[in-house]
């Protein structure tokens, strides 16, 4: 029998965090212990989606000699409240946990943002394990350290730089995936080709088919690549005092656009429209090039991923921007390219600038 080949990538280890490494292969779980160390208590936090995933590594872990609770989470951006995150600070209390023992977080973004989120407020800080179960969750979210949850003024308001001790993406768990939850985390893994490995896109326009399904011939490289660059860029500014920035292109609109929908749209269908928005803002503002502006709308729509939004939003979407975290002040700040893997900050844009990019977003 042939071993699975298993890649590991490492991050961190700046800005006083410890490094880590994330995983990416089949059959991952046996590393799971050595992650968790020695911890006594393990709570697994799973979508409901995701009720027999998360009873199964209870058992399991159990069975080795750990305390294993399951806290089962609504699913997706429902599980991001203050709520749910207080019923899991309960179930941790009545469990007894302690700062030596462990949270691992199974599921998509959504879980392990308040998984992690969790980990970072229980007694001011205890470990945590993240094993994204979606494209989105491999690429992206799992990775970095970034946890949090949604407030009534918007997205992602409450939140924590507090980085996993390991991730393990077992590529097996995209298989249950429903195809538009998939397709959403094609955005992100299109944001990486945009901002930094233009291979990536190169892959996905190959075969846009074949990006569309874990069964593709491209998977594990296009997770992979994604997972690279975003490793890369945090490792270098794990708290967004700049370079961590461009990993929000397409996000100032597509934040405001699922605050718009109470979040009901995906994550990376916004960010998808988001990245629409964001080409055209940098063509106006005279830095991005025609051809690379235009390759935006043909990529994401080779894969079925949106373009575009309702035109009569703007004044609301453009007051929910207002709060996003790249703001300074009065200031609006949003991520533009200056040409294909080269980001960069504009500043204050005219509003009839906005108002003209926002123009190709709702047709
Ligand atoms: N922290 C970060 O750096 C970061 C980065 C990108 C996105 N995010 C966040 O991630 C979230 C989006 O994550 P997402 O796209 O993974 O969506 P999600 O977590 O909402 O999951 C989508 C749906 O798929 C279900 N699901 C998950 N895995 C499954 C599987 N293997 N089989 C069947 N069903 C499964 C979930 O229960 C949910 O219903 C957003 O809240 C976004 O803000 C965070
Ligand atoms: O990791 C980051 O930094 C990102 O910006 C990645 C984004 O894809 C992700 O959606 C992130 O949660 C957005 O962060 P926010 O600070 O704008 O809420
Ligand atoms: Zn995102």
Redesign the pocket.
């Known amino acids: 029998m042939t071993e699975q080949a298993v890649t590991r990538i490492q991050v961190g280890g700046t800005e006083g965090s410890d490094p880590y490494e994330v995983l990416v292969g089949r059959q991952l779980l046996g590393e799971l212990p050595g992650l968790i160390g020695r911890a006594q208590r393990v709570a697994v936090l799973h979508p409901e989606a995701l009720a027999g995933t998360g009873e199964a590594i209870r058992e399991d872990l159990a069975a080795q000699g750990y305390e294993a609770i399951a806290v089962q989470l609504p699913n997706a951006e429902e599980s991001k409240t203050v709520e749910v995150a207080a019923y899991c600070w309960k179930a941790l209390g009545q469990t007894g946990f302690t700062r030596t023992d462990v949270i691992v977080g199974v599921g998509g973004?959504a879980t392990t943002?308040v998984a992690g989120f969790v980990a970072a407020t229980w007694l001011r800080g205890v470990r945590w394990i993240a094993l994204p179960t979606t494209v989105?969750g491999m690429v992206?979210?799992a990775?970095?350290g970034?946890t949090?949850i949604n407030t009534a003024e918007g997205?992602?308001?409450v939140?924590a730089f507090h980085p996993p001790a390991g991730v393990l993406c077992d590529l097996a768990a995209l298989d249950s995936l429903p195809v538009n939850d998939y397709i959403s985390g094609l955005a992100?893994v299109i944001?990486a080709g945009f901002i930094a490995d233009p291979a990536i896109l190169d892959l996905v326009e190959a075969d846009p088919q074949g990006a569309r399904t874990p069964a593709g011939p491209h998977t594990a490289e296009l997770i992979e690549r994604s997972i690279r660059v975003?490793a890369e860029?945090?490792s270098n500014d794990l708290k967004?005092s700049g370079l961590?920035?461009i990993?929000?292109y397409g996000?100032?609109l597509?934040?405001a656009i699922e605050k718009n929908e109470r979040y009901k749209w995906r994550?990376g269908a916004a960010?998808s429209v988001g990245m629409v928005f964001a080409a055209e803002l940098g063509r106006l503002a005279g830095r991005l090039d025609d051809a690379t502006a235009d390759r935006h709308s043909a990529v994401l729509e080779s894969v079925g991923l949106p373009l575009t939004y309702r035109g009569d939003q703007w004044p609301k979407l453009l007051q929910t921007m207002k709060v996003?975290?790249?703001s300074r002040g009065n200031v609006l700040r949003f991520i533009v390219l200056d040409g294909l893997a080269k980001p960069t900050v504009l500043e204050g844009p005219d509003p009839a600038v906005l108002l003209a990019a926002y123009g190709e977003v709702s047709g």
């Open positions: 973004g943002d989105l992206d979210a990775v970095g970034k949090g997205k992602n308001l939140g992100e944001k975003k860029v945090v967004e961590r920035e990993l929000n996000h100032t597509a934040h994550h960010v996003d975290k790249k």
